[in-house]
Nanobody, 126 residues
Framework: QVQLVESGGGLVQAGGSLRLSCAAS????????MGWFRQAPGKEREFVAA????????YYADSMKGRFTISRDNAKNTGYLQMNSLKPEDTAVYYC???????????????????WGQGTQVTVSS
Protein backbone atom coordinates (compact mmCIF):
# COMPACT_ATOMS: atom_id res chain seq x y z
CA GLN A 1 0.00 0.00 0.00
CA VAL A 2 0.87 3.66 -0.37
CA GLN A 3 0.36 6.06 2.50
CA LEU A 4 -0.26 9.71 1.65
CA VAL A 5 0.05 12.67 3.99
CA GLU A 6 -0.99 16.16 2.95
CA SER A 7 0.37 19.35 4.46
CA GLY A 8 0.49 23.04 3.74
CA GLY A 9 -3.12 23.98 4.27
CA GLY A 10 -4.17 26.92 6.38
CA LEU A 11 -5.88 30.27 6.44
CA VAL A 12 -5.04 32.79 3.74
CA GLN A 13 -6.57 36.03 2.54
CA ALA A 14 -8.20 36.28 -0.85
CA GLY A 15 -5.59 36.86 -3.51
CA GLY A 16 -2.95 34.96 -1.57
CA SER A 17 -1.15 31.72 -2.34
CA LEU A 18 -0.58 28.36 -0.73
CA ARG A 19 1.44 25.31 -1.71
CA LEU A 20 0.10 21.97 -0.63
CA SER A 21 2.36 18.95 -0.35
CA CYS A 22 1.53 15.27 -0.45
CA ALA A 23 4.23 12.96 0.85
CA ALA A 24 4.01 9.31 -0.12
CA SER A 25 5.48 6.38 1.77
CA UNK A 26 5.25 2.62 1.63
CA UNK A 27 5.06 0.99 -1.80
CA UNK A 28 5.89 4.21 -3.60
CA UNK A 29 6.78 2.40 -6.82
CA UNK A 30 3.03 1.89 -7.25
CA UNK A 31 2.18 5.62 -7.18
CA UNK A 32 2.02 5.89 -11.01
CA UNK A 33 0.30 9.23 -10.73
CA MET A 34 -1.19 11.67 -8.26
CA GLY A 35 -4.33 13.71 -8.16
CA TRP A 36 -5.70 16.50 -6.05
CA PHE A 37 -9.35 16.84 -5.15
CA ARG A 38 -11.25 19.19 -2.90
CA GLN A 39 -14.48 19.06 -1.00
CA ALA A 40 -16.33 22.05 0.38
CA PRO A 41 -18.99 21.69 3.09
CA GLY A 42 -22.20 20.32 1.65
CA LYS A 43 -20.66 19.69 -1.77
CA GLU A 44 -19.34 16.68 -3.60
CA ARG A 45 -15.66 15.98 -3.90
CA GLU A 46 -14.30 17.86 -6.91
CA PHE A 47 -11.38 17.04 -9.15
CA VAL A 48 -8.65 19.69 -9.20
CA ALA A 49 -5.64 18.31 -11.07
CA ALA A 50 -3.59 15.19 -11.78
CA UNK A 51 -0.05 14.40 -12.83
CA UNK A 52 1.55 11.39 -14.44
CA UNK A 53 4.37 10.41 -12.11
CA UNK A 54 6.91 9.37 -14.75
CA UNK A 55 6.12 11.76 -17.61
CA UNK A 56 4.99 14.71 -15.45
CA UNK A 57 2.17 15.35 -17.87
CA UNK A 58 -0.56 17.33 -16.15
CA TYR A 59 -4.32 17.53 -16.27
CA TYR A 60 -6.56 20.21 -14.80
CA ALA A 61 -10.25 20.74 -14.27
CA ASP A 62 -11.28 23.64 -16.48
CA SER A 63 -12.10 25.88 -13.52
CA MET A 64 -8.63 25.35 -12.02
CA LYS A 65 -6.56 26.15 -15.09
CA GLY A 66 -4.38 29.21 -14.78
CA ARG A 67 -4.39 29.52 -10.98
CA PHE A 68 -3.37 26.05 -9.82
CA THR A 69 -0.22 24.14 -10.74
CA ILE A 70 0.44 20.50 -9.96
CA SER A 71 3.96 19.13 -9.82
CA ARG A 72 5.96 16.30 -8.29
CA ASP A 73 9.41 15.47 -7.01
CA ASN A 74 10.15 11.84 -7.76
CA ALA A 75 13.20 11.73 -5.53
CA LYS A 76 11.14 12.86 -2.55
CA ASN A 77 8.04 10.87 -3.48
CA THR A 78 6.12 14.09 -2.99
CA GLY A 79 3.49 15.85 -5.02
CA TYR A 80 2.59 19.52 -4.84
CA LEU A 81 -0.31 21.79 -5.61
CA GLN A 82 0.58 25.45 -5.97
CA MET A 83 -2.50 27.62 -5.59
CA ASN A 84 -2.39 31.29 -6.54
CA SER A 85 -4.93 34.11 -6.56
CA LEU A 86 -7.03 32.23 -4.08
CA LYS A 87 -10.70 33.04 -3.71
CA PRO A 88 -13.14 32.42 -0.86
CA GLU A 89 -14.83 29.79 -3.01
CA ASP A 90 -11.58 27.80 -2.97
CA THR A 91 -12.22 27.08 0.70
CA ALA A 92 -12.38 23.30 1.11
CA VAL A 93 -10.61 20.25 2.40
CA TYR A 94 -7.99 19.30 -0.16
CA TYR A 95 -7.13 15.65 -0.66
CA CYS A 96 -4.33 14.03 -2.58
CA UNK A 97 -4.75 10.66 -4.21
CA UNK A 98 -2.44 8.17 -5.90
CA UNK A 99 -2.53 4.97 -7.90
CA UNK A 100 -4.85 5.98 -10.72
CA UNK A 101 -6.99 3.14 -12.00
CA UNK A 102 -8.13 4.84 -15.20
CA UNK A 103 -6.50 6.89 -17.97
CA UNK A 104 -5.70 10.48 -17.12
CA UNK A 105 -8.11 13.19 -18.15
CA UNK A 106 -9.29 16.61 -17.05
CA UNK A 107 -12.40 15.04 -15.54
CA UNK A 108 -11.14 12.39 -13.21
CA UNK A 109 -13.32 11.13 -10.42
CA UNK A 110 -12.78 9.90 -6.89
CA UNK A 111 -13.17 6.30 -8.03
CA UNK A 112 -10.25 6.74 -10.42
CA UNK A 113 -7.63 6.57 -7.65
CA UNK A 114 -6.78 3.77 -5.26
CA UNK A 115 -5.06 5.55 -2.37
CA TRP A 116 -6.04 8.69 -0.47
CA GLY A 117 -4.63 11.04 2.09
CA GLN A 118 -6.54 12.37 5.09
CA GLY A 119 -6.95 15.86 3.66
CA THR A 120 -5.80 19.33 4.63
CA GLN A 121 -8.05 22.32 5.26
CA VAL A 122 -7.69 25.42 3.13
CA THR A 123 -9.65 28.48 4.20
CA VAL A 124 -9.65 31.66 2.14
CA SER A 125 -10.99 34.76 3.85
CA SER A 126 -12.52 37.64 1.96
Amino acid sequence: QVQLVESGGGLVQAGGSLRLSCAASGRTFTILGMGWFRQAPGKEREFVAAINWSRASTYYADSMKGRFTISRDNAKNTGYLQMNSLKPEDTAVYYCAARPTKPYSDRMGSADFGSWGQGTQVTVSS
